[in-house]
């Protein structure tokens, strides 16, 4: 689910930016750094960026030729997140439709229940769809444990989606 990963990035820092101190331009270059991580949101190999943790060095720049900007080569830790499969994890129901319900979970928005994988469950319509059982109801911000069945990278959107189950084991809503 969270990985802790070291990853070399190239940032650009405009020649503005740039002074004789070098205070400024370890400024500059954490502030880009920041930017342009969250600006990648997610990549399919380390699933959604989270957060940076440490920058562990700063590599000497170099000028481009047309534009004087510099590249300055970084190092740093960070905190991904992603889904795998066959891992149990728990999200929230933010829409119910009479196929299946689609769940949140940390960054991931598109994670889609069927019916058919809630073994047990029957869907009631209404106002406020949602699927009953015997003893519990899957509705809209009910929070349920879940298998992963498998995920999906969306390059476009840069993303990823995920297929869940509730066959097995202490799987379902959590009261």
């Not at 370890?26 to 880009?32: G, L, M, P, Y």
């Not at 190999?45 to 000028?63: C, H, K, N, P, Q």
């Not at 809630?118 to 003893?135: A, H, N, V």
């Amino acid at each position: 689910m969270f990985l802790k990963v070291k990853l070399p990035w190239n940032v650009t820092i405009p020649a503005e930016n740039l002074d004789a101190e070098g205070l400024m331009l370890q400024t500059s270059i954490v502030i880009r750094l920041l930017g342009d991580f969250a600006a990648r949101k997610a990549s399919k190999d380390l699933g959604y960026y989270l957060a940076v943790t440490t920058l562990e060095s700063i590599g000497e720049g170099r000028v481009k030729q047309l534009t004087g900007d510099v590249i300055f080569p970084v190092v740093f830790s960070a905190l991904t997140f992603n889904l795998y499969r066959g891992e149990i994890a728990e999200g929230v129901v933010h829409r119910v439709l009479k196929l299946g319900v689609f769940l949140r979970c940390g960054p991931i928005e598109k994670i889609y229940l069927a019916h058919l994988k809630m073994p047990g469950y029957c869907f009631e319509g209404g106002e406020s769809p949602l699927f009953r059982d015997k003893q519990s109801k899957i509705e809209n911000n009910v929070v349920v444990r879940f298998i992963v069945i498998g995920t999906m990278w969306m390059e476009a959107e840069r993303e990823f989606q995920a297929l869940a189950s509730l066959e097995g084991d202490y799987l379902g809503p959590i009261s």
